[in-house]
């Protein structure tokens, strides 16, 4: 155990540009991955550059094919489909990467602290399991209705419904932790348990956190589409690839374009992040990719 | 010795483990680990507990440092007693009672330096810090004889014995009064067995430590117990000087352990009592005497009464009907 982490410590950090190479070649989905990503965080900074106004109404050209002037054709309003998919990405990546972030933080000392504590773990953990018993696009509906559409209420909406699983992960991690002979050495030479948390129980969560992260991230941009796409999500205003897709389902069978490419960037993205995840899982934690 | 101040007082303590069963994991029953046992150890001195596998020797370890809860009974260390004490409380006074693990391979956390898991007491009670804490850190190497230069590796650097080396500067660095070792060394080589046992032994006479040692090898006991207390299903049913326990053992059951221990036979095969039958469960121990279902001497008042632990000679105390004093002081003979 302890050389295999060693090993892809090692592994992560490559020393000369040989070793990255040699690294690159062996974690292809990782490389690939971020790549897709990098080049989807590239689009979404330089949205105003790379596109025109994604709001702009021009009822002459409504429902127009892809050409050369609309890559990806126009919407019913005449609304240019490729500055929307393009200012799309930023929402789905901020989404993303907020809920993965927040969820990740709750949960995790929510994990720490059940896991850690009995008495909080029968309190905490019966809140987790009534929440998880709720369907996370109901739950986000509900909050979505409940008050006033904004980006910020939409991220905390899907954000809830992601805590329980990411606090079981971690709560499964620091009671598998908590009873090796090391956490009982720090107990009796004195250490605090606040210390005890931090520095012997939370280094064991970070690799299959940062796993179960990706995941969050890209059940996170899914579940926000779907949101739009019911139309409780981001408030029409603010381009998603969802809303997009909403809008666009009325005139599916006559302007398809209208669908398909907010449709294909979202698979894209969302495959991206996945083969990240997978591929992190696979160098962070061997010993499950081997069993699967 | 035995005018030196007590360091450990241990009064009738008990651990009873609950048995949960069934769909509201009602408590069925008790393992009673540990049932009523007491012992005193000084300063400078080793007290040995020795006993078969089960027997409660590693709860009355984990016990005494509360890692296990005690159900009843009270163990003064320095006086106070720490059964009663809040957390904080305990976690002061944990600074007069370390402990050194079986296993020197889990027992450090294998992501911190060599140099942070032995520093990690000092820096619990603030004994030092900056330089001053490296300079500690390097000074417990050295008295473990470890090279000052090891505290950047990482505990898979190192082999079995200088891990326990390490879990041994890690007991030692915040000048305790009580070491209690639960089997440090039964997961060493034996070459390596000694390097350890005696390294404990120089430390104690240096720093005039109290150990409790736990452990089932009557060869590492004899070799660094002042005292041994002989354990049988959580009970101590003999506890007498090395020299009393190893040369006349008393307890029908202290002789058939030391009748199992190998040594060479160079006078003949020797006399061995070889007991019949299987430990009893502890959760439902024998009436009367708890060995009375394997002694070779089994008297019918051996099922009624429960024997006591008494004094039969200075120092040697035994728990067995077949050993009360006789006129002259001294132990009555078996048969």
Known sequence: ?292 | MSSAEVVLRVKDLKKHFPVHRGVLSRVVAHVQAVDGVSFEIRRGETLCLVGESGCGKSTVARSITRLEEPTAGTIELNGVDITALNSEALRAQRREMQMVFQDPYSSLNPRLSAGDIVGEPLTNFDLAQGAELEQRIAKLFEHVGLRPEAVNKYPHEFSGGQRQRLGIARALAVNPSLIIADEPVSALDVSVQAQVLNLLIDLQEEFNLAYLFVSHDLAVVEHIGHRVAVMYLGRIVELADNADLFGTPLHPYTEALLAAAPVLEVDGPRERIILQGDVPSPMNPPSGCRFHTRCPYVLPECKRTDPPLLEVAPGHHVACLRRPVGDSGAPLSIA
């Not at chain 1, 127009?64 to 890559?71: A, G, I, N, Q, Y």
């Not at chain 1, 990405?89 to 990740?104: D, K, M, P, Y």
């Not at chain 1, 998603?240 to 698979?267: D, E, H, K, M």
């Open chain 1, 1 to 292: 155990m302890a050389s295999t982490t060693a090993g892809a410590a090692a592994a992560t950090t490559p020393s000369s540009s040989k070793g990255a190479l040699k690294w690159a070649r062996r974690n292809k989905t990782i490389v690939g991955g971020s790549l897709i990503l990098l080049t989807l965080v590239v689009i979404a900074i330089l949205a105003p550059w790379l596109a025109g106004d994604p709001l702009q109404f021009e009822p002459t050209n409504r429902l127009k094919r892809p050409s050369e002037t609309f890559w990806f054709g126009t919407d019913q309003f005449g609304r240019d489909v490729y500055s929307r998919v393009i200012y799309g990405t930023r929402i789905s990546l901020i989404i993303g990467l907020c809920v993965a972030v927040l969820a990740t933080a709750i949960g995790l000392v929510v994990g720490v602290l059940c896991g850690f504590y009995k008495t909080v773990d029968t309190i905490l953990m019966r809140v987790m399991d009534g929440m998880m018993a709720i369907p996370a696009i109901l739950l986000a509906i509900a909050l979505i209705t409940l008050m006033k559409a904004s980006l910020l209420i939409v991220i905390v909406a899907i954000t809830i419904p992601e805590i329980p699983r990411v606090a079981r992960l971690v709560r499964s991690v620091v009671l598998s932790v908590r009873g090796r002979p090391y956490i009982e050495a720090a107990i009796s030479s004195g250490t605090r348990n606040g210390r005890i948390m931090v520095r012997h129980i939370l280094p064991n969560t970070v690799a299959p956190l940062i796993v179960q992260a990706t995941y969050v991230c890209a059940s996170a941009i899914l579940t926000e589409a779907g949101l739009s796409f019911l139309g409780a999500g981001t408030p029409p205003e603010i381009p998603s690839w969802g809303n997009i897709i909403s809008l666009g389902r009325t005139f599916f069978q006559i302007s398809p374009w209208i669908i398909f490419f907010p449709g294909l960037c979202l698979a894209i993205t969302v495959l991206a992040i996945n083969l990240v995840g997978d591929g992190l899982r696979d160098t962070l934690d061997p010993r499950i990719s081997r069993r699967m």
